[in-house]
């Protein structure tokens, strides 16, 4: 807090990464130009919600009209949690390929490096079950938290499950709130994903009518192209989990297209910034 004129007035502070190429549009897909948008439009007001910085950036962007909008709004609102579930769900983390951070790799590990830079360090994926054990029986990396926030994620029981697996080891017949198992749950997680990305390919396909040929189509590309990977993220981590939990996926659940030792072996020429 500082003094000024008598008054007491908070000083706040943003910050954020920009990943931005060589592309024309600068970031290579025309949404994630979105991200920039809404960097701005916080530090000049953080009060503003999603959905308003989204409607806004669709307006300016794209077209004013209603019939498209709304429906392009729902997509971006729901991009980011259909992201995490095909790829990181309940709490899971740092599941991506060493070199290059965009596809799967949760089996990665390099001879010799720093196990914190491993995907198993952080999954510890045993027989037993699943996640990092961060509260005072594990690492205790719950201390950090000041109260009440350190009983609520230290305590199993108390933990909200989309950060399960970042605070606690859990068996793979823990009962969740659901009341499916953490294995079902996981499973169930990772398929909403996908069917989330192809909706979003649904949806825009119904929008051609209301913008430029040219802007469709890339845009309609980049939707195929996140619907392959979550197949890809999906199918990866589960038959890769399942080696651990000794249990089917779901057979109501959408099946597997690719063999797991296929996917080890996908290696991308490409580092951290391309």
Known sequence: ????????????????????????????????????????????????????????????????????????????????????????????HHLF?????????????????????????????????????????????????????DKRYGVRANCPENLLLWFHHVPWDYRMKSGKTLWTALCYHYDQGVQKVREFQKVWDRMEKHIDPYRFKSVQSKLRMQARDAVWWKDACLQYFQLFSGQPIPYELERPIHDLEELKRIKLPMGHHN
């Open 1 to 92: 807090m500082t003094a000024s004129s008598g008054n007491l007035h908070r000083e706040t502070a943003i910050a954020a990464v920009a990943n931005i190429g060589q592309d024309s549009n600068w970031t290579g897909h025309h949404f994630a130009q979105a991200n920039w948008y809404a960097f701005g439009r916080l530090a000049w007001n953080n009060t503003l919600s999603s959905a308003q910085i989204a409607g806004e950036w669709i307006g300016l962007t794209f077209s004013r009209e209603e019939a498209f909008v709304d429906p392009v709004k729902q997509i971006m609102l729901n991009s980011r949690e259909a992201a995490v579930d095909y790829m990181m769900p309940l709490g899971l």
């Open 97 to 149: 390929a060493f070199d290059h951070h965009y596809g799967p790799e949760p089996w990665g590990d390099i001879p010799g490096g720093r196990p914190d830079w491993m995907p198993w360090y952080y999954h510890n994926a045993d027989s037993l079950g699943i996640g990092f054990d961060r509260s005072i029986y594990g690492s205790n990396a719950v201390a950090q938290y000041n109260p009440p926030l």
